[in-house]
């Protein structure tokens, strides 16, 4: 296996991390600074929405670097 592969394999796991993140909202990590911004600009949809953008670009392109 190349870096390559395993920076896909890591996008594909931060990407269900990710998901979990904005599925479940655990307080501490909702609670960050960086996440409360997101919340205060986009609203709590707008921000849960964000991240399951985000998460499907990631592992996109995971996916796309593991066949490469």
Do not use: H
Not at 40 to 60: C, D, H, P, R, S
């Amino acid at each position: 296996m190349d870096g390559l592969a395993l920076l896909g394999i890591f996008l594909i796991l931060y990407s269900v991390a990710v998901v979990w993140i904005a599925a479940k909202k655990p307080e501490k990590i909702w609670n960050m600074a960086k996440i409360r911004l997101f919340r205060k600009l986009l609203g709590e949809q707008g921000t849960v929405i964000f991240f399951y953008v985000f998460a499907v670009i990631a592992a996109a392109v995971g996916v796309w670097l593991m066949a490469k």
